[in-house]
């Protein structure tokens, strides 16, 4: 593998970005390595800048369920462009996006466009607050909500990665507001409720969690916080933003027969362009301004190229067989990789959900976010380097998750299984 070219840019890019990246997980620091610059990308293919060409199960962290570079969103994409890239003012497309997300998830009745899962998250935990004139929340371990303020205690992610406890620069009594459970664990969250009467204002979580490695819910887990949080008048938020139009067209609450009061979504939602959205009842979403007093706003929301690709991905996502050809592929890598395993003796644990899903190393069960820690990551940044040697370009981060999309082939799939087998033996030849 040739890295000559990323090595010089990385070099170039750490004089004037901090630590040479935009968002952390991407200097592959969790890995112990220095990481490739991407050229380009076509379907479930990606180029660095030397030339070497990769399996892609990073997907850009989630939203290139069709793969890159899809024929229909570029043509989109570029349609929009032509009549102008920004006008900070309303458009039919926002609209139809809006009626869009209003159909596809029940629980959703208004829906407002923003541009990260960031502020998607950062409105509706403020709408919550607003809703029920309380100030606490709860979240889980691990489970990571964007990087607003109170969102970055116990998180998952690239917090996870480099071992933080919270941010520096958060203060300490709004860091005290938000309080933390384990996840997959119903009496921890009761025993909130109980110490904490009518104060909650809201709990958010990450219906199957994927910030801290994929980690599905047990059976009754989201009931359960669904039950409470009605009982207790707390606002039900559900992090979609990697499960919304993944783990099914509407989301994993359509999966779990659970309303969320508020739903935040993200990534496929803004068909691979910086758009994503918060929604949910009508009686809360309508506090925000400019009918209620709850305050959001921003230049680039709805953005008009966004919403085009955004239309684009939905309407091939609503044909019929879509969700079964990713779990086809999906579960045949999964099945695939437990063989390479068995075969090379190596003890690792697969959560999958749909298309995502994570190779944790160890021959526990994984249920939360300590069980996560206890896993190897010796072996796994190990392994990662070997796939990474492999043309195979997962996240570089132990605490993140695989994405499949349906540009994957069967041969992707069985080449990734094949690299994965020799990685596995790799790593049990060269053990000490
Ligand atoms: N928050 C993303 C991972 N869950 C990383 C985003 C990025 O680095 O692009």
């Not at 991407?38 to 479930?44: F, L, N, T």
């Not at 309380?134 to 116990?154: A, E």
């Not at 997959?184 to 990450?206: C, M, R, S, W």
């Not at 045949?332 to 959560?351: D, F, H, M, P, V």
């Amino acid at each position: 593998m040739r890295k000559n070219l990323s090595d010089k840019l990385f070099e170039r890019a750490c004089r004037v970005i901090p630590g040479g990246v935009n968002s952390p997980v991407r200097a592959f620091r969790g890995v112990g390595l220095t990481p490739v610059f991407i050229d380009r990308a076509a379907g479930a293919h990606i180029w660095d800048i030397d030339g070497n060409e990769y399996i892609d199960y990073v997907g850009s962290w989630g939203p290139m369920i069709l793969g890159h570079a899809h024929p229909a969103v570029v043509e989109a994409v570029r349609q929009a462009a032509t009549k102008g890239t920004s006008f900070g003012a309303a458009t039919e497309n926002e609209v139809k996006l809006a009626e869009a997300v209003v159909s596809a998830f029940e629980s959703i009745e208004k829906v407002r466009l923003v541009s990260s899962g960031t502020e998607a998250v950062m409105t509706a935990i403020r709408l919550a607050r607003a809703f029920t004139g309380r100030d606490l929340l709860v979240k889980m371990d691990g489970c990571y909500h964007g990087h607003s303020d109170s969102m970055l205690v116990q998180a998952g992610s690239g917090v996870a990665e480099l071992g933080l406890p919270a941010s520096a620069g958060v203060p300490a009594d709004l860091a005290k507001k938000t309080i933390t459970v384990p996840y997959n664990d119903v009496q921890a969250l009761q025993t909130v409720f109980e110490k904490y009467p009518h104060q909650i204002a809201g709990v958010i979580v990450e219906p199957i969690a994927a910030n801290m490695g994929v980690v599905p819910p047990k059976d009754g887990y989201l009931q359960a916080i669904r039950q409470m949080c009605t009982e207790h008048k707390s606002v039900l938020i559900f992090d979609e933003v990697i499960t919304g139009f993944r783990a099914a067209y509407g989301g994993a609450q359509s999966l779990f027969h659970i309303s969320a009061d508020l739903t935040c979504l993200g990534k496929i939602v803004g068909g691979g362009l910086p758009c994503a959205a918060v929604g949910g009842r009508k009686e809360i979403m309508d506090l925000l301004a400019p009918l209620g007093p709850v305050y959001q706003a921003g230049t680039l929301s709805g953005n008009p190229l966004a919403t085009a690709a955004s239309l684009a991905v939905l309407e091939i996502l609503q044909k019929p067989g879509v969700y079964e050809q990713l779990e086809l592929l999906s579960a045949r890598l999964e099945k695939g990789l437990y063989e390479a395993a068995r075969k090379s003796r190596t003890a690792i644990q697969i959560n999958r959900a749909g298309s995502i899903l994570s190779v944790f190393f160890t021959d526990k069960p994984v249920n939360n976010f300590e069980d996560v820690q206890r896993c190897s990551s010796r072996l796994f940044k190990r392994f990662f380097a070997s796939m990474l040697q492999q043309g195979i370009y997962l996240a570089p981060s132990a605490y993140e998750a695989w994405f499949v999309s349906l540009a994957h082939t069967e041969r992707d799939i069985d080449r990734t299984i094949q690299a994965a087998y020799n990685a596995f033996t790799d790593l049990n030849t060269n053990e000490t």
